[in-house]
Protein backbone atom coordinates (compact mmCIF):
# COMPACT_ATOMS: atom_id res chain seq x y z
CA UNK A 1 0.00 0.00 0.00
CA UNK A 2 2.05 2.63 -1.35
CA UNK A 3 1.67 6.12 0.28
CA UNK A 4 3.87 8.42 -1.44
CA UNK A 5 3.62 7.61 -5.04
CA UNK A 6 5.75 9.08 -7.68
CA UNK A 7 5.01 8.56 -11.31
CA UNK A 8 6.56 7.98 -13.21
CA UNK A 9 9.64 5.82 -12.12
CA UNK A 10 11.93 6.40 -14.96
CA UNK A 11 11.84 9.35 -17.61
CA UNK A 12 13.69 9.83 -20.26
CA UNK A 13 13.87 13.88 -21.69
CA UNK A 14 16.12 16.04 -24.32
CA UNK A 15 18.27 18.12 -23.28
CA UNK A 16 16.67 21.54 -22.79
CA UNK A 17 13.61 20.16 -22.93
CA UNK A 18 10.93 20.92 -19.86
CA UNK A 19 10.16 18.23 -17.48
CA UNK A 20 7.34 17.91 -14.80
CA UNK A 21 7.87 14.63 -12.04
CA UNK A 22 4.76 13.84 -10.02
CA UNK A 23 4.35 12.84 -6.68
CA UNK A 24 1.01 11.57 -4.77
CA UNK A 25 0.47 10.96 -0.90
CA UNK A 26 -2.35 9.25 0.85
CA UNK A 27 -1.22 10.32 4.19
CA UNK A 28 -3.07 14.01 4.53
CA UNK A 29 0.20 15.06 5.51
CA UNK A 30 0.79 18.63 5.43
CA UNK A 31 4.29 19.41 4.67
CA UNK A 32 5.57 17.65 1.16
CA UNK A 33 9.58 18.24 0.34
CA UNK A 34 11.56 17.20 -3.43
CA UNK A 35 15.00 15.68 -2.78
CA UNK A 36 17.34 15.29 -5.51
CA UNK A 37 19.62 12.54 -5.38
CA UNK A 38 22.88 12.13 -7.47
CA UNK A 39 25.04 8.54 -8.24
CA UNK A 40 26.79 7.65 -5.12
CA UNK A 41 25.64 10.54 -3.36
CA UNK A 42 23.27 11.46 -0.37
CA UNK A 43 19.99 13.03 -1.19
CA UNK A 44 20.02 16.66 -0.94
CA UNK A 45 16.66 18.79 -0.40
CA UNK A 46 15.58 21.16 -3.01
CA UNK A 47 12.64 22.61 -1.46
CA UNK A 48 9.36 21.87 0.33
CA UNK A 49 6.10 22.97 0.99
CA UNK A 50 4.35 23.12 4.70
CA UNK A 51 0.88 23.21 3.40
CA UNK A 52 0.84 26.08 0.42
CA UNK A 53 4.17 27.91 1.95
CA UNK A 54 6.85 27.40 -0.48
CA UNK A 55 10.55 27.08 1.10
CA UNK A 56 13.13 26.83 -1.33
CA UNK A 57 16.73 25.83 -0.04
CA UNK A 58 19.16 28.84 -0.77
CA UNK A 59 21.40 26.44 -3.14
CA UNK A 60 18.61 25.49 -5.43
CA UNK A 61 18.90 26.60 -8.62
CA UNK A 62 16.21 28.32 -10.12
CA UNK A 63 15.79 26.04 -12.84
CA UNK A 64 13.77 23.85 -10.50
CA UNK A 65 9.73 25.28 -9.70
CA UNK A 66 7.25 23.31 -7.58
CA UNK A 67 3.55 23.91 -7.49
CA UNK A 68 1.42 21.74 -4.99
CA UNK A 69 -2.21 22.44 -6.49
CA UNK A 70 -3.71 20.60 -3.45
CA UNK A 71 -2.83 18.37 -0.19
CA UNK A 72 -2.32 15.22 -1.92
CA UNK A 73 -0.36 15.90 -5.23
CA UNK A 74 2.94 17.97 -5.33
CA UNK A 75 5.15 18.11 -8.57
CA UNK A 76 8.58 19.22 -9.61
CA UNK A 77 9.43 21.05 -12.87
CA UNK A 78 12.87 21.71 -14.02
CA UNK A 79 12.30 24.11 -16.83
CA UNK A 80 15.58 23.55 -19.03
CA UNK A 81 17.61 20.54 -17.96
CA UNK A 82 20.70 19.77 -18.62
CA UNK A 83 22.99 16.61 -18.22
CA UNK A 84 23.98 17.92 -14.75
CA UNK A 85 20.22 17.15 -14.01
CA UNK A 86 20.21 13.85 -13.91
CA UNK A 87 19.78 12.23 -11.10
CA UNK A 88 17.14 10.13 -8.72
CA UNK A 89 13.86 12.36 -7.33
CA UNK A 90 12.51 11.71 -4.27
CA UNK A 91 9.28 13.29 -2.77
CA UNK A 92 8.43 12.70 1.07
CA UNK A 93 6.04 14.03 3.21
CA UNK A 94 5.63 14.29 7.11
CA UNK A 95 3.33 15.72 9.45
CA UNK A 96 4.48 18.83 9.40
CA UNK A 97 4.55 19.33 13.07
CA UNK A 98 8.81 19.60 13.47
CA UNK A 99 10.38 16.63 14.29
CA UNK A 100 8.03 14.19 12.68
CA UNK A 101 9.04 11.14 10.92
CA UNK A 102 9.45 11.46 6.50
CA UNK A 103 7.86 9.35 4.28
CA UNK A 104 9.70 8.48 1.03
CA UNK A 105 8.50 7.49 -2.52
CA UNK A 106 10.50 5.04 -4.78
CA UNK A 107 11.90 8.29 -6.34
CA UNK A 108 12.04 8.99 -10.35
CA UNK A 109 14.72 8.28 -11.95
CA UNK A 110 15.80 11.21 -14.30
CA UNK A 111 18.15 10.96 -17.60
CA UNK A 112 18.91 13.61 -19.54
CA UNK A 113 19.93 12.97 -23.70
CA UNK B 1 22.00 21.61 12.11
CA UNK B 2 25.08 19.61 13.85
CA UNK B 3 27.40 17.56 11.59
CA UNK B 4 27.93 13.77 11.71
CA UNK B 5 30.73 11.43 10.94
CA UNK B 6 29.70 7.71 10.06
CA UNK B 7 32.11 5.04 8.61
CA UNK B 8 31.93 4.39 4.97
CA UNK B 9 31.47 0.61 4.71
CA UNK B 10 30.70 -2.48 7.16
CA UNK B 11 29.90 -5.75 6.52
CA UNK B 12 27.94 -8.12 8.83
CA UNK B 13 27.04 -12.05 8.66
CA UNK B 14 23.76 -12.76 8.04
CA UNK B 15 21.95 -13.34 11.53
CA UNK B 16 24.71 -11.81 13.81
CA UNK B 17 23.60 -8.02 15.20
CA UNK B 18 25.06 -4.96 13.03
CA UNK B 19 26.55 -2.19 14.95
CA UNK B 20 26.44 0.96 13.05
CA UNK B 21 28.15 3.99 14.69
CA UNK B 22 27.47 7.69 14.02
CA UNK B 23 29.69 10.81 15.92
CA UNK B 24 27.70 13.95 16.48
CA UNK B 25 30.33 15.79 18.47
CA UNK B 26 28.38 19.38 18.06
CA UNK B 27 25.24 18.38 18.98
CA UNK B 28 23.21 20.77 20.78
CA UNK B 29 20.32 20.06 23.62
CA UNK B 30 17.71 20.19 21.27
CA UNK B 31 18.75 18.32 18.54
CA UNK B 32 17.63 14.55 18.21
CA UNK B 33 19.25 11.90 16.28
CA UNK B 34 17.82 10.05 13.66
CA UNK B 35 18.21 7.10 11.33
CA UNK B 36 17.08 6.02 7.90
CA UNK B 37 18.36 3.77 5.51
CA UNK B 38 18.20 3.64 2.26
CA UNK B 39 17.92 0.22 0.07
CA UNK B 40 19.13 0.10 -3.55
CA UNK B 41 16.70 1.96 -6.06
CA UNK B 42 14.38 2.62 -3.54
CA UNK B 43 13.56 5.93 -1.13
CA UNK B 44 15.12 6.14 2.52
CA UNK B 45 12.94 4.31 5.00
CA UNK B 46 12.60 5.63 8.86
CA UNK B 47 14.74 3.25 11.10
CA UNK B 48 14.44 4.83 14.89
CA UNK B 49 15.03 8.26 16.65
CA UNK B 50 16.15 9.80 20.06
CA UNK B 51 17.14 12.60 22.17
CA UNK B 52 18.45 11.15 25.04
CA UNK B 53 17.24 7.81 26.33
CA UNK B 54 17.92 4.50 24.35
CA UNK B 55 15.45 3.69 22.02
CA UNK B 56 14.21 0.34 20.53
CA UNK B 57 11.42 -0.40 17.91
CA UNK B 58 10.59 -3.66 15.91
CA UNK B 59 13.55 -2.64 13.50
CA UNK B 60 16.30 -1.64 15.69
CA UNK B 61 18.11 -0.26 18.79
CA UNK B 62 19.73 3.37 19.12
CA UNK B 63 22.11 3.88 21.93
CA UNK B 64 22.98 7.51 22.66
CA UNK B 65 25.85 7.94 24.76
CA UNK B 66 25.35 9.93 27.74
CA UNK B 67 27.77 12.54 26.49
CA UNK B 68 25.02 12.69 23.37
CA UNK B 69 28.24 13.47 21.29
CA UNK B 70 27.80 9.86 19.13
CA UNK B 71 25.48 7.11 18.85
CA UNK B 72 25.26 3.30 17.71
CA UNK B 73 22.45 2.13 15.77
CA UNK B 74 21.81 -1.40 16.18
CA UNK B 75 20.13 -4.26 13.80
CA UNK B 76 19.76 -7.35 16.28
CA UNK B 77 19.85 -9.97 13.84
CA UNK B 78 20.96 -8.99 10.36
CA UNK B 79 19.35 -10.50 7.31
CA UNK B 80 20.26 -9.85 3.46
CA UNK B 81 17.69 -7.27 3.68
CA UNK B 82 19.47 -5.13 5.32
CA UNK B 83 22.10 -4.71 2.88
CA UNK B 84 21.54 -0.65 2.12
CA UNK B 85 22.92 2.58 3.46
CA UNK B 86 22.65 3.97 6.34
CA UNK B 87 22.35 7.61 7.31
CA UNK B 88 22.50 8.70 10.91
CA UNK B 89 20.89 12.46 10.65
CA UNK B 90 20.55 15.01 13.63
CA UNK B 91 17.85 17.29 13.67
CA UNK B 92 16.81 20.14 15.71
CA UNK B 93 13.37 19.97 16.83
CA UNK B 94 12.91 23.26 15.50
CA UNK B 95 13.15 22.27 11.72
CA UNK B 96 11.26 20.00 9.26
CA UNK B 97 14.27 19.54 7.55
CA UNK B 98 16.49 16.14 6.56
CA UNK B 99 20.27 17.02 6.08
CA UNK B 100 21.77 13.82 4.70
CA UNK B 101 25.30 13.04 5.44
CA UNK B 102 27.22 10.40 3.13
CA UNK B 103 26.17 7.40 5.29
CA UNK B 104 27.26 4.01 6.01
CA UNK B 105 26.72 0.81 3.50
CA UNK B 106 26.21 -1.55 5.28
CA UNK B 107 26.38 -5.11 3.52
CA UNK B 108 24.85 -8.07 5.13
CA UNK B 109 26.70 -11.46 3.41
CA UNK B 110 25.27 -15.04 3.64
Known amino acids: DAMVIQNPRYQVTQFGKPVTLSCSQT?????MYWYQQKSSQAPKLLFHYYDKDFNNEADTPDNFQSRRPNTSFCFLDIRSPGLGDAAMYLC????????????FGAGTRLSVL | DAKTTQPPSMDCAEGRAANLPCNHSTISGNEYVYWYRQIHSQGPQYIIHGLKNNETNEMASLIITEDRKSSTLILPHATLRDTAVYYCIVRGDNTDKLIFGTGTRLQVFP
Open chain 1, 92 to 103: ATSRGTTGNIQY
Open chain 1, 27 to 31: LNHNV
